[in-house]
């Protein structure tokens, strides 16, 4: 498991399901899905749909034994495949020895640790797109692993979550294989479909942040409870398995900076259009060239020029900076039935032709440190009741902590008790821009809370 099992090799080929490759009858590969629902039903009608394509290429068919769900009399939109038992027993896929692999794709944490736990230490392959389960039990799922193999004289299990980030983009293989000889210097990501598609729509027609929200809702981009997604929750535990991958740093999740959209407005829109940009939610891994990783989750200013200013809609992106490449940017759909349930048949098929890279390759840092405190240009917005001195006071406060301004934005004044100005600073960090704000909220002119977001400017 890289950076969390020490010695662990980057790369692994083992030969999973009797030998890897050559003619004569196909190799039958056994399945167990645990969760029979959207992404399940995906995975039972794309390997139906490619089997004989599968069967052509690699003389492998898969077999689907058995499908743990809640409620096996609750009507399903997809028919079963030939044989297969519908259970509420979650032991009758964990027990069977005659399943090579278990499907985890029922969400939560709790019980699905429990399983993936279990199946592996039985010599089971596990495919999850459980991204929560993942972020909250990384070392400890970690160290399952190498238990695991630890334990077997055969070929090592696998354990593969391609699913878990970003739906159907590819960004955990292309981690874990591809770039493994380059080096990342910094990850950049829109990785939350919900509130891309309300950003995008804010700034295509300027409605209101309540109004954008409802939208995502009847269209199924967010949750009955959208606080994971409106809050950047959800983004930030997937940059943190996103750093595990690039840089090889186990980070706390807690610690990763995090302020979701509910304070943008369309007001940031039009300050953002001045400047020739727009507003997405990003979550940003870099190095600081100074031995640390910095990141965070956050709204952020995107000029024309970077490659995530036309990602709209539901779509996501993640963009690589390395050493090599230099700028690799992988653009898909984040979510949905089809498109994770197709990262988790990529895993399949990478069982069954016997490759198996070690889930979290090895990409030592020397003496690399995390940091909370991450640096760069920031937008800066101010509500105030004009009044003479404050351009003076918004001087003098950043002088005192150090900020440098770049350029002071204002649309024409309409009402004289109630305007906005817009600052954007020089690089500064974080903490320099919290207390500023902090300071300038106490003026008398100045009203309710400040908004500011990071610049990729």
């Not at 027993?89 to 005659?98: I, N």
């Not at 299990?157 to 294989?177: D, K, N, S």
């Not at 995502?216 to 996103?242: C, H, M, N, Q």
């Not at 036309?310 to 653009?331: F, P």
């Amino acid at each position: 498991f890289g950076a969390l099992c020490g010695g662990a090799p980057p790369m692994v080929f083992c030969m999973p399901i009797s030998q890897a490759g050559g003619g004569g009858a196909p190799r039958t590969v056994t399945l167990g899905l645990v969760g029979g629902g959207t992404v399940g039903g995906g995975i039972v009608e794309i390997l139906r749909a490619n089997a004989a394509a599968i069967r052509a290429s690699l003389n492998v068919e898969f077999r689907i034994a058995t499908i743990c769900v809640a409620d096996v009399a609750k009507q399903r939109d997809y028919a079963l495949p030939a044989g297969c038992a519908l259970t509420t027993d979650v032991h009758a896929v964990l027990d069977d020895a005659q399943i090579d692999v278990v499907v985890e794709v029922m969400g939560g944490t709790t019980l699905a640790k429990e399983v993936v736990m279990k199946a592996m230490a039985s010599g089971k392959h596990v495919v999850t797109a459980n991204k929560a389960l993942i972020a909250a039990n990384l070392p400890a799922l970690a160290a399952a692993h190498a238990a695991a193999n630890a334990a077997r004289a055969g070929a090592p299990v696998h354990f593969g979550y391609e699913a878990a980030v970003c739906g159907g983009i590819p960004i955990i293989h292309v981690l874990q294989r591809d770039l493994l000889s380059d080096r990342i210097t910094g990850v950049r990501g829109i990785i939350n479909g919900c509130t891309n598609y309300m950003l995008s729509s804010m700034a295509a027609s300027g409605c209101s942040y309540a109004d954008c929200l409802r939208q995502a809702s009847d269209l199924g981009y967010a949750e009955a409870d959208p606080t994971l997604d409106v809050g950047g929750f959800d983004a930030r535990s997937k940059l943190k398995i996103l750093i595990e991958l690039a840089f090889g740093l186990g980070v706390d999740e807690d610690d990763i900076p995090v302020k979701g959209i509910t304070e943008v407005t369309s007001v940031d829109f039009e300050y953002a259009k001045m400047q020739g940009g727009t507003i997405k939610l990003l979550g940003v891994a870099q190095l600081d060239g100074a031995g640390g990783l910095t990141a965070f989750v956050s709204p952020a200013f995107v000029p024309e020029a970077s490659q995530l200013h036309g990602i709209n809609g539901a779509t996501n992106a993640v963009q690589l900076l390395s050493a090599y490449l230099k700028e690799t940017v992988l653009v898909g759909q984040g979510a949905g039935r089809f498109p994770t349930a197709n990262s988790c048949v990529a895993d399949l098929l990478q069982i069954a032709q016997g490759i198996c890279p070690a889930p979290f390759p090895k990409r030592p840092e020397a003496g690399l440190a995390f940091k909370n405190d991450y640096s760069g240009p920031f937008y800066i917005r101010v509500r105030y009741r004009d009044m003479v001195g404050i351009t003076r006071d918004v001087g003098a406060v950043c002088a005192k902590y150090g900020i440098s301004i770049h350029s002071m934005l204002q649309n024409p004044v309409k009402n004289r008790n109630d305007a906005m100005f817009v600052l954007i600073t020089e690089p500064c960090a974080l903490s320099q821009v919290k207390l500023a704000t902090a300071e300038l909220e106490r003026f008398d002119w100045c009203k309710g809370n400040s908004f500011f977001m990071p610049s990729l400017a």
